[in-house]
């Protein structure tokens, strides 16, 4: 018995060997149990993302504007070519100035443009053509032979317009950003006296003869006009139409497109009942529209016909107009949510926009319905604008009050000719809503006139203007949304990244990258096409669904989850 009791080992020899064990199998599972518990993350390039936003603080993106100004007559008598050089070169210098004390005295907000302009002159009569400024692509010589053998009279704007439009050589489409002022001989034999025309196209023309007191003349055109869109000139981020860093100022998604929702309200049918041939209106009024904006942004258009949709604003009244009055202290009430319903597009799911226009006909009982502006005067449009939101219309009736008391409702259908108005008033509205002035602009008391873009809306020096402000708030918005998502994704280490989001993440960066040289050479519409692209695919990283719908498991997650389950496991036995 004793025997069997003998220890035929050392003591502590089978301990020793069970802690090995148990350390060996610690020191193998540890990586297998890291390794399977570890997320896949997928290559992000951190430093494109804080290259790209470095490099925007340093240089921002603009995009270069040429301004080329060409006289026809000079009051300046010598045959000697390099003396009348010398005279045009100061003439440049001086209009290069005053460019730039429009720039700088009131800090006007050139999105976009910025400092990079060049200014060039040019002499273009019947016995000399020079030029100075080394820039390429000059108009050809004989421009005055062109003129007096096109037209005798150019106080014709239309057609001055489209002459200068057919003998501009580089007035291409997708290479915007120059511009022409034209400065003819005298007129009326007033060489006092300056009429300004700017063209729907990119073209500008002074009437009166040139002398260094129209040179503060042509600083306003290219600053206010061709530069800021027409825009009253404002300090810096406080002018109408000014964009944020993100681009908030153009109601767009992020993608660059946009529904136009139209309504039309018929608030009491028992009055009347007004309805639309909209296939017909779309072709005539919306998809010339919708084409001159393509460039811009990427519109569908729908339309709806909705009853019993009274207004939620209370109206008055007044005996002076004959008219009942809203004003302007009543819009926020005017949208009556609970009877419009105008969110019923397809495209109101998701980051989608849609613009709404409603075009809202009132009800017997307060017909005609007219808003009062703030200084006493009645809307001569009849209609507002909400920011980011639409428009809305009031279009009265034209028998306002014989229609109170009839059994059966007036059905009546808008005719294109009926509903051309109502478009005019749309255009402005949505001109309003992309930071434009509602109206081609002018300045009487400089008599300045523009030559009204019938047909759209929109003159092309004006798409300029809306291309740079695309440009620039697009590559900002890309940078932003990919830097919060750097720091995000740098902050949860657990967060799962699939490769989706990283080719996301390089497609948005190349995208911006093409941007930004595109801008630098003047090519408007690929710079905006790829300014798009970037923003649209940071978006699309940023709010990619596999990011939302996966669980953070935080260290302790996973700590507690092993250890708790082995001592479960041990408790147990």
Known sequence: MAGEDTRTSKPGRKRLVLTISVLISFIIGLPICLKSTEVYRAHLPFDGIDSLAKSLKSEPVVLPCLFDIILLQLNF?????????????????????EVQNWINKDGVDL???????VVTVSLDSRVKCLRTGAIEGHWPCGLT????????????????????HSYSPHDSDANGGRYTILV???????????????????????????????????????????????????????????TDEKGEAMPLAADGTATLSFSLLNAEPADWIYDWDFEKLENRFLSPLVETLSPIATLAVESQVLYHTPKAAHSHWDQNSASYLFHLKDLPFFVNSNEWHLDTSVAAAG?????????????????????????????????????????????????CLSSIGISKPKRHTFSEEEFEPVMQVVVGQIRTLLGLPPTAPQDTSMHISTVLASET????????????????????????????????????????IMDEIGDQVHLSLEAASMARSNSFVGMYFAAAEYA??????????????????????????????YTVSKFLHHSNQ
């Open 77 to 97: 008598k010598s045959d000697d070519d390099s003396v009348v050089k010398q005279h045009l070169e100061r003439i440049r210098g001086l209009i290069s100035s």
């Open 351 to 399: 980051r989608s926009k849609i613009l709404h226009f409603a075009i809202y006909i009132p009800s017997a009982v307060e017909c005609p319905l007219r808003l009062k502006l703030p200084n006493g005067q009645l809307s001569p449009t009849n209609g507002f604008t909400s920011p980011g939101w639409g428009g809305i219309i009031v279009l009265n009736p034209s028998s």
């Open 145 to 164: 032979d062109y003129l007096s053998s096109s037209i005798k009279d150019l106080s014709d704007d239309i057609l001055v317009d489209e002459l200068l």
């Open 532 to 561: 798009r692209r970037a923003r649209a695919w940071a978006e699309e990283a940023f709010f990619q669904p596999s990011i939302m719908s996966l669980l953070y498991f935080p260290t302790e997650h996973h700590f507690a989850i």
């Open 457 to 496: 809306g929109f003159s092309k020096w004006e798409l300029d203007v809306l291309l740079r402000r695309r440009v620039v708030a697009d590559v900002a918005s890309c940078s932003l949304t990919l830097s919060s998502l750097s720091r995000l994704v740098q902050s949860l280490p657990s967060m799962v």
């Open 184 to 242: 003819t001989g005298e007129r009326n034999g007033d060489k006092h006296s300056h009429r300004t025309v700017i063209g729907k196209h990119r073209h500008a023309w002074i009437h009166g003869g040139f002398s260094d007191s129209v040179v503060p003349l042509i600083g306003e055109v290219v600053v206010k006009y061709f530069i800021g869109g027409g825009i009253a000139v404002s300090r810096r981020g406080q002018g109408f139409g000014t």
């Open 111 to 117: 999105v976009g443009c910025g400092n990079n302009y």
